[in-house]
């Protein structure tokens, strides 16, 4: 059942991004407003008290070698896992720079993901408009469609491959606070990175600071 749900996850925006074509909503920077203040809220309310076994000078080496990580990922992937691709390409080729950018990002979204938390929803509540946006652009770009539908497949099938990896091997299993630290570290940097940008001139409006309280509450109460 969780393979499925993050799968469809990424469907699910592909889908809306199919029949809304080109026309990316205006609405979308408040979708990404939720998506980051759900997921930090669960970052924080879910994962961090699991990390906290582990003295805290090792939590916050391995939380900050997450943030670093994420940025190194950004630097090849221009900020799409955060909703924004910043990405000009003059051939249309398979952009296999951008997927393994987001395939080690994804891959490690799997591996906190069990029974004890409920981290679940807020990757599922991020991976939607991260997947609109994706799609979005393999559109807008010109890609052929067995090229978008190949990336997007693949790029599903990630956190589920992370997850599945996180339970199946052992010395993975070994060091599951340790990566799970790191992964904290990747969501606290997406997380406010999305708050941030999803303002126009990245200033705050009633309507934005309103979804972004809201976003905090449900995930909280979750």
């Keep these: 059942m969780i393979y499925l749900l993050l799968f469809l996850a990424v469907a699910i925006g592909y889908l809306i991004a199919l029949g809304l074509k080109s026309r990316q909503p205006r609405q979308m920077s408040i979708f990404l407003a ?26 916050g080496g391995f939380i900050m ?11 090849f992937s221009k900020g799409a896992e955060h909703g924004h691709v910043h990405i000009h390409l003059t051939n249309k080729t398979f952009p ?12 490690l979204e799997g591996f906190p993901i069990s029974e004890k ?16 946006i994706l799609s979005f652009f393999f559109i807008n770009a010109g890609y052929k469609k067995w090229i978008t539908l190949t990336f997007m497949l693949l790029f599903a099938l990630m956190t589920p491959l992370g997850n599945f990896l996180s339970t199946a091997v052992e010395v993975l299993q070994q060091y599951h606070t340790e990566i799970t630290a790191v992964v904290i570290g990747i969501f606290l940097h997406v997380s406010t990175t999305i708050l941030y940008e999803s303002s126009k ?3 705050f409006n009633m309507a934005k600071l309103l979804i972004i309280i809201l976003g905090f509450g449900i995930a909280y109460f979750i």
């Design 34 to 59: 939720f998506s980051g203040a759900f997921l930090l809220s669960m970052t924080i309310n879910e994962l961090l008290p699991e990390v906290f076994e582990m003295p805290t000078q090792r939590i």
């Design 65 to 75: 070698g997450g943030i670093l990580l994420q940025i190194v990922l950004e630097f």
């Design 96 to 107: 296999w720079l951008l997927f393994t950018s987001l395939a080690i990002h994804a891959i």
């Design 117 to 132: 938390n409920d981290i679940l929803v807020g990757i599922i509540i991020h991976k939607i408009p991260v997947a609109i």
């Design 201 to 203: 001139d990245h200033k």
